[in-house]
């Protein structure tokens, strides 16, 4: 069964074999993870479900394209420290958020602008059409969204690093 620490070493080694630079960001990344997993203070049990998983990732597999199968073992590895126990990178929440606050005051900002830009066409004769009223309130709308999104995924960001979930 591989741990931590074997299997930080092995990263390392590949780390320093290769001259790729998007490959040693995918190392780095794993090896900041476990990094972080090590100043935890892991139940024995903890401990046992991630030297499993360690173990099942098959991270000594030889392949073609090592970053592919690694960034693929990366996000493998971190799904299941989310689902297994609330685990999170950092400014996780935030990430999340704002493009769903980007999704939802598109949506908005479309039909708002549709009708402010009706209004303004209708009131103004053709100085302000409904293109223009559209235009406007989809960047207002994404722009908002965006904001309010990345606030509310701050605050959950917060909340989970006081709670010491984030890696």
Known sequence: MMNINETSELLNTL?????K???????TCFIR?????KKKDL???QSQLIQEKLSSLNL???TENRKKYYK???SEFKAFLKNEFSFTSAKYYTEIWMVYGMIFGTGLGLALGTALGTAFGVGAGTA?????????GLSAGTGAGMVFGMLFGARKD??????????
């Open 21 to 27: 630079k998007s490959e040693k960001k995918v190392y």
């Open 43 to 45: 139940t024995k049990n």
């Open 60 to 62: 000594k597999a030889t």
């Open 33 to 37: 993870t476990l990094s972080s997993l």
């Open 128 to 136: 302000i059409g409904p293109a223009m009223g559209t235009a406007i």
């Open 158 to 167: 917060a909340e989970a690093q006081s709670q010491g979930r984030v890696l």
């Open 72 to 74: 693929q073992k990366l």
């Open 15 to 19: 780390l320093s074999q290769t001259d």
